[in-house]
């Protein structure tokens, strides 16, 4: 089972829609949970963390679900500029990042 | 600030050569980092380093070299290129006690 694992999509979606992603993890150790968002070509770009009590920011909403062991991100009246990959990203300590392979969304306009 | 930048942008290499691709930050930040990213997986961490003069291994360290004698630098050796290295490295940067990871734009590197 992969550490971190997340649906490749792609998700294509009618702009203004609602889309959601999950995004699963093995270790139960796990200390600190991320969404990275990844342009075409692009590096990688912090687009938010997520904490236990869950959090938003704008249109976006991070969820973590410990017992179950995933993490979430929710984004609302999608727009254009919102095609990337979006990569969910684990962190066990000292430099190890894990990183899901990222799923892929279009906003269609 | 420039943030983390990295060159060259693109590489092409035989078999067999060796070359150094560079990284350098310019926000005083502790721990820098050099990952790979192939098709299909996740970026994979190489080598990472948490201050100057200290360097350790990280998922995926065959092949590779790294060394930091000071904040701002962290470049990345290739000792002898294999096809299997073809892939884009991104080095990344991070200031001590905080999450984010600001990452360069990456090395795009073929070998034939």
């Known amino acids: 089972r992969k550490e971190v694992e997340q649906d490749p999509g792609p998700f294509n979606v009618p702009e203004g829609a609602t889309v959601a992603f999950n995004c699963t993890y093995s270790?139960?150790?796990?200390?600190?949970f991320f969404w990275y968002r990844q342009d075409c070509r692009k590096e990688p770009k912090l687009l938010m963390s997520?904490?236990?009590s869950g959090n938003e920011d704008g249109r976006f909403t991070a969820q973590l679900n410990r017992a179950s062991q995933y993490i979430s991100l929710l984004i609302r009246d999608s727009k254009l500029s919102d095609s990337a990959t979006y990569l969910c990203?684990?962190?066990?300590?000292?430099?190890?990042?894990?990183f899901g392979t990222g799923t892929r969304l279009t906003i269609i306009p | 600030n420039a943030g983390v930048t990295q060159t060259p942008k693109f590489q092409v290499l035989k078999t067999g050569q060796s070359m150094t691709l560079q990284c350098a930050q310019d926000?005083?930040?502790?721990?820098m980092s050099w990952y790979r990213q192939d098709p299909g997986m996740g970026l994979r961490l190489i080598h990472y380093?948490?201050?100057?003069?200290?360097?350790d291994q990280g998922e995926v360290p065959n092949g590779y070299n790294v060394s930091r004698s000071t904040t701002e630098d962290f470049p990345l050796r290739l000792l002898s290129a294999a096809p299997s290295q073809t892939s884009v490295y991104f080095c990344?940067?991070?200031?001590?006690?905080?999450?984010?990871?600001?990452f360069g734009p990456g090395t795009r590197l073929t070998v034939l």
């Open positions: 990344a940067s991070r200031e001590g006690g905080k999450n984010e990871q600001f």
């Open positions: 270790n139960s150790a796990s200390q600190s």
């Open positions: 997520v904490y236990s």
């Open positions: 990203v684990v962190h066990f300590g000292n430099e190890k990042l894990t």
């Open positions: 926000m005083n930040h502790e721990y």
């Open positions: 380093s948490v201050g100057a003069g200290i360097t």
